[in-house]
């Protein structure tokens, strides 16, 4: 069983920064790609950001490109979510998520394991 661990979300104004992690239990992190994904109020949870097992590839949602960055260390078990130039409309619950392959997917059916998630609030 994989636990994945969310941490970073806060409140934060237009403009600023926050980063999050996501800490993976078990001995597979490396073979698996990793995503985040996001759901504000009244909304479906959207795909945001994902890397692929080794991390040589990424890809992003257009509504963050070239403001969010994610990241992984495979030996300590982590992915990462930095977030600059942040909006109000970033504003929702932040999730990460493991992939059930190694390179990098999109759709939510694609991951297997899901985090419980943290808020992230930016206020105008």
């Known amino acids: 069983q994989v636990q994945l661990v969310e941490s970073g979300g806060g409140l934060v104004q237009a403009g600023g920064s926050l980063r999050l992690s996501c800490a993976a239990s078990?001995?597979?992190?490396?073979?698996?790609?990793m995503g985040w994904f996001r759901q504000a109020p009244g909304k479906e949870r959207e795909f945001v950001a994902a890397i692929s097992f080794r991390g040589g590839s990424t890809a992003y949602a257009d509504s963050v490109k070239g403001r969010f960055t994610i990241s992984r260390d495979n030996a300590k078990n982590t992915v990462s979510l930095q977030m600059n130039s942040l909006k109000p409309e970033d504003t929702a619950v932040y999730y990460c998520a493991r992939g059930r392959r190694g390179t990098i997917v999109r759709d939510l059916d694609d991951y297997d394991y899901w985090g419980q998630g943290t808020q992230v609030t930016v206020s105008s």
């Open positions: 078990g001995r597979t992190f490396s073979m698996y790609s």
